[in-house]
């Protein structure tokens, strides 16, 4: 199987996690898209009754587009289950997100769910974090002067750009910081360091936050419990 035949088996594993009544936190990318797919179907087909709460403009309108009822995460008073990716996950199952410049809204609705799923092809499990580049969500208004200081810190950073050269804008319409830092030896301090730089809005280190992971491999899906 090819990377995307791996993204498609498990989101359509994840799937079958998702129980009638269900309030769904719907993440973002290319193998969140083969989970919303499959969702559609069961909706069409067994008419289950959920409402997913999207964490991008792109998601929600996937999933409306399959007849899934969206709300958004002010508009729910719960959420049972948020299924999104990941760029990279360590064996202690920490992560790195943001590849799809979606990681402010995918940590709001994370950490507003009971349970947190993360799927993924077997080739983002990793040793250590870092080598996938961090992205950090920044307000326009003094990101040269954030960037400057993360330069200066060692951090190597770098703006996210279009092809044609304009800064990759968030849904909230910010920035886009990798940082291109190789490994990252101790995330928890890393992320404290730059949560607390002004400016930042959110950084991409998912940290102690998921309890399943389902890690596509050639022998089939692997579901692993990180976290009860
Ligand atoms: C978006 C994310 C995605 O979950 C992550 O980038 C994985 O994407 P894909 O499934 O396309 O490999 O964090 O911000």
Do not use: C
């Not at 899934?68 to 508009?75: A, F, G, L």
């Not at 580049?133 to 951090?155: A, C, D, R, T, W």
């Not at 607390?196 to 991409?204: L, P, S």
């Amino acid at each position: 199987m090819d990377q995307n035949e791996l993204k498609k088996l498990v989101g359509e594993e994840a799937v079958k996690f998702i129980e009638d009544g269900m309030t769904v936190g719907l993440g973002t990318g290319s193998t969140v898209k083969f989970m919303v797919d499959a969702l559609g179907e069961r909706v069409k087909k067994e008419g289950l009754n959920i409402v997913g709460v999207p964490t991008s403009d792109r998601t929600a309108e996937q999933a409306r587009s399959l007849g899934i009822t969206v709300k958004s995460v002010d508009e729910v008073d719960h959420i049972d289950l948020t299924i999104d990716g990941a760029d990279e996950i360590s064996t202690d199952f920490q992560g790195i997100k943001g590849g799809g410049a979606a990681h402010l809204f995918e940590k709001i609705v994370a950490t507003n769910s009971t349970k947190v799923m993360w799927i993924v092809d077997e080739s983002k499990m990793v040793d250590q974090l870092g080598a996938f580049p961090l992205p950090l969500e920044v307000i326009p208004y003094g990101s040269q002067q954030v960037f400057n200081k993360l330069e200066k810190e060692g951090l190597h950073p770098e703006f996210r750009m279009t092809e044609d050269g304009q800064h990759v804008l968030t849904d909230s319409k910010n920035y886009v910081i990798d940082l291109h830092l190789g490994e990252i030896k101790n995330p928890h301090e890393l992320a404290d360091y730059l949560i607390k730089q002004v400016g930042i809005v959110e950084q991409g280190l998912f940290l102690d936050m998921v309890n399943t992971v389902i890690v596509g491999r050639q022998n089939g899906p692997e579901v692993l419990t990180a976290r009860p």
